[in-house]
């Protein structure tokens, strides 16, 4: 029995997410679309390999066994290929045992408009263009970059990690140190303090990640012997005094996040490195970086730290 899908978390993911696509990509790119659909269908029972997304995933669905009455979260997949040859993709979905049944196969059209159809408050691609588009149109959406694909079976823990301005909130603060230097950020952040911020573009997944940490609240009560598998952090670039208002703002909307981090512009790598999280989620690319190059990194495009400055040659 599929559970209404307004009720649940929802995040949609594409296949060039939660698969490695690059040799089909390469077929694609050198030989052309009919090319393509041969070379698919001839490895259809050949499983995709992994891709940057999938332990995020994994571990996602896996809250649904330990909730089962509830069910509470869904993965749909939306893709840009075609439902013919998109069997591969599901083939290799039910062969990594992932519970996925939802799907759009576009045949080459960008999936951003069917974001909210399935209630979805995330979106998850390699492909940055519809990624851009759907946060141009309102919708909750990330550049999975790449990197090394580490999966260790024998962690079922979820790790998720957020940085907090223009992904969280809304870009407003960042605007004010873009326009003027530290001191006056740090003022404008002081003198607000206690107003919390508008909602950024993934705040609707952090609240409802924070509703699941609340069934795990409760499972821990029921029995103490439970082992929790979520674990949500916030990473910033913030320090003292502007920490107060990133509080306020988690006080005011009712959510919590089991770590926060104020860096006080400290590279974030050296916290990641250790934390381990299976996506960092941040707006502003020089900082998605690990020098293992195994962290999981997803770009938010959206807000001030995502515009250029047009130089005279543009």
């Given amino acids: 029995m599929s559970y209404p899908i307004e009720q649940k978390l929802v995040i949609a993911v594409a296949s060039s997410a939660l698969f490695d696509l690059s040799n089909s990509d390469r077929v694609f790119r050198e030989q052309g679309e009919k090319a393509y659909r041969e070379y698919q269908e001839t490895h259809l029972t050949k499983p995709l390999r992994k891709g940057v997304a999938f332990p995020f995933v994994k571990r996602f669905l896996s809250v649904n066994q330990k909730f089962p009455k509830q069910c509470p ?14 069997k591969r993709v599901f083939h290799s979905i039910h ?33 940055a263009s519809d990624v851009s588009q759907a946060i141009d149109y309102g919708h909750p959406a990330g550049t999975v970059l790449p990197s090394k694909v580490v999966d260790d079976e024998a962690d079922p823990e979820l790790r998720i990690a957020f940085d907090f301005d223009g992904v969280i909130a809304d870009d407003a603060s960042e605007r004010v140190f873009k326009a003027g230097s530290l001191e006056d950020f740090q003022e404008h952040e002081t003198s607000r303090s206690q107003i919390p911020h508008s909602p950024g573009p993934l705040a609707d997944l952090f609240r409802k990640l924070s509703h699941l940490q609340k069934l795990e609240d409760q499972a821990v009560m029921d029995d103490p012997d439970y082992r929790r598998i979520l674990r949500i952090a916030i990473v910033t670039a913030r320090s ?75």
């Fill in 73 to 86: 979260v869904e993965v749909v997949l939306l893709s840009r290929n075609s439902v013919i040859t998109g």
């Fill in 240 to 314: 003292a005094p502007s920490h107060e208002r990133v509080i306020t703002t988690l006080e005011h909307w009712g959510v919590d996040a089991n770590e926060v981090f104020f860096l006080g512009g400290m590279k974030k790598d050296r916290i990641l490195k250790v934390l381990k999280p299976h996506m960092f989620f941040d707006d502003q690319r020089s900082h998605l970086q690990s020098d293992a190059g195994d962290i999981p990194m997803v770009h938010i495009p959206f807000g001030v730290a995502n515009i250029h400055p047009i130089t005279p040659s543009e």
């Fill in 95 to 127: 062969h990594h045992g992932l519970d996925i049944s939802r799907a759009a196969f576009l045949e080459g059209k960008s999936p951003y408009a069917y974001i909210p159809a399935f209630n979805a408050s995330l979106f998850l691609s390699a492909n």
